[in-house]
């Protein structure tokens, strides 16, 4: 490693201390390298898929008027039986044409309340970690696999999660994301496709529908157990600032 890759090095395990008490992963400086290569390769190949793909069909206009179409559906949903003990549908929050998206599993009890996404205790870490990257939470969407609050927050059922999932696919294609990023296992599964696990699917840039996809653990769990998750949530973070920053230059 030379000079100015240590100095860089330390630079960010300063930065990352100031924002989570945390310092970076450590790699393994002789694969650091074959590490990076392959890193570049993903991300290359998901810029290309995205240039190719970048404008969405003629025939499905993004707008703000179709985002609140879709959302006016959502509320009036009876597909599955969810509906039947929520306060509100919870359809999703954030400006057509958001560069990010974020997906969580289902609402909670505060969201379910409110019938706005993210606002209990994991909603204001979600907020933190999105003013991390500096961003705003304004600036990206925010949405969950399913609309309405599964009860006692239980994971969404399977015919629950193939009900929902033509709204999350809409919405996906009307806000049209440069990034998704999905917030524990079960948005992970639903996106990728995938029984694999989060930790397994974390760390690495995947695609769909030609959209970067970067899988992180749930607010909610670094909640639970900071010391286990913290760091790795960050390291998650940086990938898709990063991520962002090259393609939007």
């Known amino acids: 490693m030379d000079i100015r890759k240590r100095f860089n090095s330390l630079l960010d395990e300063v930065v990352d201390y100031l924002y989570t008490g945390f310092s970076s992963e450590k790699r393994n400086t002789q694969k650091e390298d074959a590490g990076e290569n392959t890193e570049r390769a993903s991300i290359e190949g998901a810029q290309s898929a995205r240039r190719k793909f970048q404008e969405p069909p003629a025939s499905i206009p993004a707008s703000s008027n179709q985002l609140e179409d879709l959302h006016a559906e959502i509320l009036r949903c009876k597909k599955c ?10 359809p999703g929050k954030g400006p057509a044409g958001a560069d990010i998206l974020f997906i969580g599993e289902g609402p ?6 409110q019938g706005e996404p993210f606002v209990g205790k994991a909603g204001q870490l979600l907020t ?9 939470r304004e600036e990206v969407f925010i949405t969950n696999v399913v609309k309405c609050r599964p009860p006692g927050n239980r994971a969404p059922l399977p015919e629950e999660v193939k009900a929902c999932f033509p709204y999350l696919a809409a919405q996906i294609e009307l806000v049209d ?17 995938t029984d694999s ?10 695609l769909y529908r030609n959209r970067a996809v970067i899988p992180t653990y749930h607010p909610a769990a670094v909640l639970r157990f900071p010391e286990k998750y913290k760091r ?8 898709l600032r990063d991520y962002y920053r090259d393609i939007k230059r």
């Open 177 to 193: 994301p440069l990034i998704i990023c999905c917030l524990g296992g079960p948005a992970a599964g639903t996106i990728l496709g």
């Open 128 to 136: 933190k970690m999105i003013s991390a990257i500096q961003l705003k």
């Open 81 to 90: 039986p969810l509906h039947l003990g929520r306060r509100n549908a919870v």
């Open 232 to 239: 790795p949530v960050w390291n998650d973070l940086k990938m």
């Open 108 to 113: 909670g009890e505060m969201e379910d309340i």
């Open 197 to 206: 696990g989060i930790t397994k699917l974390r760390g690495t840039i995947h």
